[in-house]
């Protein structure tokens, strides 16, 4: 077996890829703090620094305390923040947006950040730990 399957099947794998759940939740928390900033919105704040600290803390329960139970959750968790994420990317034109001129024919541009990068981190951490709890699932014993 050639030495990137072997890593690939290991709990190396497993283990890095819990480790990108926390650069998840800081991008998680900069989003909300970004939104703090912009609009003075203490929500997006408060909002953004529970689901963080809930990130770290499945991280934690996957690298420590129950693998299987960490990333299950870890797993759900950003699908679930995905599609919250993707929605509010896919958001339709605010009044501002609509200034544009009337000759004009382009729809307004979405923007990526933050809602475009928080989508496609949310998409990378599903498919890392939904791989990963499929290598656990693998391994344990019939």
């Given at each position: 077996m050639s030495a990137f399957?072997?890593?690939c099947l290991s709990a190396a794998l497993v283990q890095n890829s819990v480790k990108i759940s926390f650069v998840y939740a800081a991008l998680v928390f900069l989003g909300?703090?970004?939104g703090f900033v912009k609009a003075k919105s203490k929500a997006s704040l408060i909002?953004?620094?529970i689901i963080a600290m809930l990130i770290v803390g499945?991280?934690?329960v996957a690298l420590q305390v129950n693998e299987l139970a960490g990333l299950s959750l870890l797993c759900v968790?950003?699908?679930g923040l995905g599609i919250m994420f993707k929605g509010k990317w896919d958001k339709p034109a605010t009044p501002s947006d609509l200034s544009q001129p009337l000759g004009s024919e382009a729809p307004p541009k979405k923007k990526f950040m933050p809602f475009g990068l928080l989508t496609l981190m949310s998409v990378l951490?599903?498919?890392l730990?939904?791989?990963s709890l499929a290598v656990v699932l693998?391994?344990?014993p019939k």
């Amino acid at each position: 077996m050639s030495a990137f399957l072997e890593y690939c099947l290991s709990a190396a794998l497993v283990q890095n890829s819990v480790k990108i759940s926390f650069v998840y939740a800081a991008l998680v928390f900069l989003g909300g703090i970004i939104g703090f900033v912009k609009a003075k919105s203490k929500a997006s704040l408060i909002a953004s620094s529970i689901i963080a600290m809930l990130i770290v803390g499945l991280a934690y329960v996957a690298l420590q305390v129950n693998e299987l139970a960490g990333l299950s959750l870890l797993c759900v968790l950003s699908l679930g923040l995905g599609i919250m994420f993707k929605g509010k990317w896919d958001k339709p034109a605010t009044p501002s947006d609509l200034s544009q001129p009337l000759g004009s024919e382009a729809p307004p541009k979405k923007k990526f950040m933050p809602f475009g990068l928080l989508t496609l981190m949310s998409v990378l951490v599903f498919v890392l730990m939904a791989y990963s709890l499929a290598v656990v699932l693998s391994s344990q014993p019939k």
